[in-house]
């Protein structure tokens, strides 16, 4: 088992930034792609963006250039750190790691950004 615990969510006015962080532990021997999903209030949960054990990195359209995946082997952790804010940002924002064929998700972080 792999257990996740997601910190760095907040309230923040457009164009503001924040940090999201996950902390890995226990099963973490053979984790692959670490990411990070979103769902907003009325919509289906979204890839935001995810990282592999070799370090490339994929994003959601909407949040290139804004967005920036990166992983600490060392301390087992996946950050994002969003700058340029946007309203549609707006969502609760889920941890998801996947160790061999196995997906494992944290249970979220809200991230709200209002004028």
């Known amino acids: 088992q792999v257990q996740l615990v997601e910190s760095g969510g907040g309230l923040v006015q457009p164009g503001g930034s924040l940090r999201l962080s996950c902390a890995t532990s226990?099963?973490?021997?053979?984790?692959?792609?670490m990411g990070w999903y979103r769902q907003a209030p009325g919509k289906e949960r979204e890839l935001v963006a995810n990282?592999?054990?070799?370090?490339?990195?994929k994003y959601t359209n909407s949040v290139k250039g804004r967005f920036t995946i990166s992983r600490d082997s060392a301390k087992n952790t996946v950050y994002l750190q969003m700058n340029s804010l946007r309203p549609e940002d707006t969502a609760i924002y889920f941890c998801?790691?996947?160790?061999?064929?196995?997906?494992?998700g944290g249970q979220g972080t809200q991230v709200t950004v209002f004028s």
């Open positions: 998801r790691v996947q160790r061999y064929n196995v997906l494992y």
């Open positions: 226990g099963s973490i021997l053979g984790i692959n792609v």
């Open positions: 990282i592999n054990s070799d370090g490339v990195t």
